[in-house]
Protein backbone atom coordinates (compact mmCIF):
# COMPACT_ATOMS: atom_id res chain seq x y z
CA UNK A 1 0.00 0.00 0.00
CA UNK A 2 1.60 3.74 -1.35
CA UNK A 3 1.41 6.27 1.89
CA UNK A 4 0.28 9.89 0.83
CA UNK A 5 1.70 12.13 3.14
CA UNK A 6 -0.07 15.15 0.61
CA UNK A 7 2.24 17.74 1.37
CA UNK A 8 2.40 17.93 5.03
CA UNK A 9 6.01 19.02 6.65
CA UNK A 10 7.79 16.61 8.40
CA UNK A 11 10.56 17.24 10.41
CA UNK A 12 13.23 15.22 10.31
CA UNK A 13 15.61 14.39 13.66
CA UNK A 14 18.47 11.91 13.08
CA UNK A 15 22.13 12.46 13.52
CA UNK A 16 23.11 9.11 11.10
CA UNK A 17 23.79 10.83 7.78
CA UNK A 18 22.86 7.34 5.38
CA UNK A 19 19.85 6.46 7.25
CA UNK A 20 18.79 10.17 7.19
CA UNK A 21 18.71 9.84 3.14
CA UNK A 22 17.17 6.82 3.70
CA UNK A 23 13.94 8.56 5.41
CA UNK A 24 13.96 11.48 2.89
CA UNK A 25 13.84 9.42 0.47
CA UNK A 26 10.89 7.17 1.71
CA UNK A 27 8.81 10.43 2.97
CA UNK A 28 9.19 12.77 -0.48
CA UNK A 29 7.79 9.40 -2.18
CA UNK A 30 5.00 9.33 0.22
CA UNK A 31 4.68 13.48 -1.11
CA UNK A 32 5.64 14.82 2.26
CA UNK A 33 7.39 17.64 2.40
CA UNK A 34 10.72 17.41 4.57
CA UNK A 35 11.93 19.43 6.93
CA UNK A 36 15.58 18.82 7.51
CA UNK A 37 16.98 16.15 8.05
CA UNK A 38 18.31 17.98 11.62
CA UNK A 39 21.28 16.38 13.01
CA UNK A 40 21.31 18.64 16.46
CA UNK A 41 18.60 19.50 19.00
CA UNK A 42 19.18 23.09 18.19
CA UNK A 43 18.45 23.18 14.27
CA UNK A 44 15.43 20.69 15.00
CA UNK A 45 14.29 23.29 18.12
CA UNK A 46 13.87 26.07 14.93
CA UNK A 47 11.81 24.06 12.93
CA UNK A 48 9.22 22.76 15.33
CA UNK A 49 6.58 25.27 15.10
CA UNK A 50 6.68 24.97 11.26
CA UNK A 51 6.07 20.93 11.12
CA UNK A 52 2.81 18.86 10.79
CA UNK A 53 4.66 15.76 11.38
CA UNK A 54 8.32 14.43 13.01
CA UNK A 55 10.30 11.73 13.24
CA UNK A 56 12.50 11.93 16.33
CA UNK A 57 16.15 9.62 17.12
CA UNK A 58 16.28 9.31 20.34
CA UNK A 59 19.68 10.23 20.89
CA UNK A 60 21.69 12.73 18.99
CA UNK A 61 25.29 12.31 19.90
CA UNK A 62 24.69 11.99 23.38
CA UNK A 63 21.83 14.16 24.11
CA UNK A 64 17.90 12.92 24.06
CA UNK A 65 15.19 14.50 21.84
CA UNK A 66 12.85 13.76 24.58
CA UNK A 67 12.73 17.58 25.56
CA UNK A 68 11.82 17.98 21.85
CA UNK A 69 9.37 15.50 22.08
CA UNK A 70 7.62 17.60 24.79
CA UNK A 71 7.47 20.25 22.17
CA UNK A 72 5.92 18.41 19.72
CA UNK A 73 3.29 17.04 22.44
CA UNK A 74 2.65 20.62 23.38
CA UNK A 75 1.69 21.85 19.92
CA UNK A 76 -0.17 18.35 19.27
CA UNK A 77 2.37 17.65 16.50
CA UNK A 78 2.17 14.03 16.03
CA UNK A 79 5.60 12.30 15.86
CA UNK A 80 7.54 8.55 15.97
CA UNK A 81 10.68 7.80 17.42
CA UNK A 82 12.91 5.93 14.82
CA UNK A 83 15.81 4.85 17.06
CA UNK A 84 18.01 2.05 18.21
CA UNK A 85 16.69 1.93 21.37
CA UNK A 86 13.64 -0.41 22.68
CA UNK A 87 10.81 1.23 23.64
CA UNK A 88 11.32 0.28 27.30
CA UNK A 89 13.87 3.05 27.76
CA UNK A 90 11.42 5.96 27.03
CA UNK A 91 10.01 7.50 29.81
CA UNK A 92 6.73 6.86 30.71
CA UNK A 93 5.12 10.16 29.44
CA UNK A 94 5.53 8.66 26.01
CA UNK A 95 3.91 5.77 26.21
CA UNK A 96 1.53 6.21 23.21
CA UNK A 97 4.45 7.19 21.12
CA UNK A 98 5.27 4.52 18.60
CA UNK A 99 8.98 3.50 18.71
CA UNK A 100 10.36 1.67 15.90
CA UNK A 101 13.62 0.39 16.45
CA UNK A 102 16.04 0.08 13.96
CA UNK A 103 17.12 -1.25 11.41
CA UNK A 104 13.67 -1.40 10.30
CA UNK A 105 12.76 -0.09 7.26
CA UNK A 106 12.01 3.78 6.82
CA UNK A 107 8.74 2.75 5.14
CA UNK A 108 7.03 1.33 8.43
CA UNK A 109 8.12 5.42 9.45
CA UNK A 110 5.98 6.64 6.94
CA UNK A 111 3.39 3.84 7.54
CA UNK A 112 2.43 5.37 10.84
CA UNK A 113 3.11 8.91 9.90
CA UNK A 114 0.13 8.42 7.92
CA UNK A 115 -1.73 6.96 10.15
CA UNK A 116 -0.84 9.77 12.71
CA UNK A 117 -1.45 12.55 10.67
CA UNK A 118 -5.12 10.94 9.79
CA UNK A 119 -5.76 11.00 13.66
CA UNK A 120 -5.30 14.92 13.45
CA UNK A 121 -7.18 15.21 10.38
CA UNK A 122 -10.66 14.08 11.75
CA UNK A 123 -12.95 15.18 14.11
CA UNK A 124 -15.61 12.54 13.29
CA UNK A 125 -16.44 9.18 15.74
CA UNK A 126 -16.81 7.34 13.03
CA UNK A 127 -14.08 8.10 11.19
CA UNK A 128 -11.94 7.85 14.10
CA UNK A 129 -13.04 4.84 15.70
CA UNK A 130 -10.88 2.92 13.22
CA UNK A 131 -8.16 4.48 13.91
CA UNK A 132 -8.36 4.48 17.41
CA UNK A 133 -8.35 0.51 17.36
CA UNK A 134 -5.25 0.78 14.95
CA UNK A 135 -3.41 2.38 17.43
CA UNK A 136 -4.70 0.62 19.98
CA UNK A 137 -3.52 -3.02 18.34
CA UNK A 138 -0.33 -1.08 18.18
CA UNK A 139 -0.43 -1.86 22.29
CA UNK A 140 -1.82 -4.66 22.15
CA UNK A 141 -1.46 -7.53 20.41
CA UNK A 142 -4.66 -9.00 21.61
CA UNK A 143 -7.66 -7.46 19.26
CA UNK A 144 -10.24 -8.10 22.01
CA UNK A 145 -8.22 -6.21 24.63
CA UNK A 146 -7.39 -3.62 22.55
CA UNK A 147 -11.06 -3.21 20.92
CA UNK A 148 -12.06 -3.18 25.16
CA UNK A 149 -8.89 -0.29 25.29
CA UNK A 150 -11.26 2.02 22.80
CA UNK A 151 -14.13 1.30 24.29
CA UNK A 152 -13.17 2.32 27.75
CA UNK A 153 -11.74 5.66 26.44
CA UNK A 154 -14.84 6.22 24.71
CA UNK A 155 -16.83 5.64 27.91
CA UNK A 156 -14.31 7.73 29.77
CA UNK A 157 -15.54 10.33 27.20
CA UNK A 158 -19.05 10.08 27.95
CA UNK A 159 -18.15 9.80 31.55
CA UNK A 160 -16.34 12.56 31.78
CA UNK A 161 -18.82 15.14 33.71
CA UNK A 162 -16.44 18.35 32.41
CA UNK A 163 -16.17 19.01 28.54
CA UNK A 164 -13.62 18.29 26.38
CA UNK A 165 -11.01 20.90 27.07
CA UNK A 166 -11.38 24.65 25.26
CA UNK A 167 -9.71 24.49 21.60
CA UNK A 168 -8.93 21.19 21.77
CA UNK A 169 -9.79 18.64 18.96
CA UNK A 170 -11.62 15.38 19.50
CA UNK A 171 -8.45 13.02 17.82
CA UNK A 172 -6.06 13.80 19.96
CA UNK A 173 -8.21 14.34 22.82
CA UNK A 174 -9.25 10.69 22.76
CA UNK A 175 -6.08 9.53 21.86
CA UNK A 176 -4.64 11.00 25.08
CA UNK A 177 -7.74 9.37 26.96
CA UNK A 178 -6.32 5.91 25.53
CA UNK A 179 -2.73 6.67 26.42
CA UNK A 180 -3.47 7.26 30.00
CA UNK A 181 -5.66 4.28 30.53
CA UNK A 182 -2.93 2.59 28.86
CA UNK A 183 -0.20 4.19 31.22
CA UNK A 184 -2.21 2.72 34.26
CA UNK A 185 -1.65 -0.26 33.18
CA UNK A 186 -3.27 -2.71 30.43
CA UNK A 187 -3.55 -5.94 32.94
CA UNK A 188 -7.75 -5.51 32.80
CA UNK A 189 -7.94 -5.18 29.08
CA UNK A 190 -6.08 -8.53 28.69
CA UNK A 191 -7.77 -11.86 28.09
Known amino acids: MRHNLNGKR ?49 NLSGETTFPLADRLQALDVPYVFFTGYEKDVLPVRFAGVDCITKPQSPAIVVELLDLRSREVGSDSILELIPILRARARGFLGDPQAADRLVELALQCAIDDPGPMPSGARVAPWLIRLMDEIMAAGPGHLLN
Open 10 to 58: VLVVEDNYLLALDLVDELEAANAVVVGPCNTLSDASLQVAHSDLAVLDV
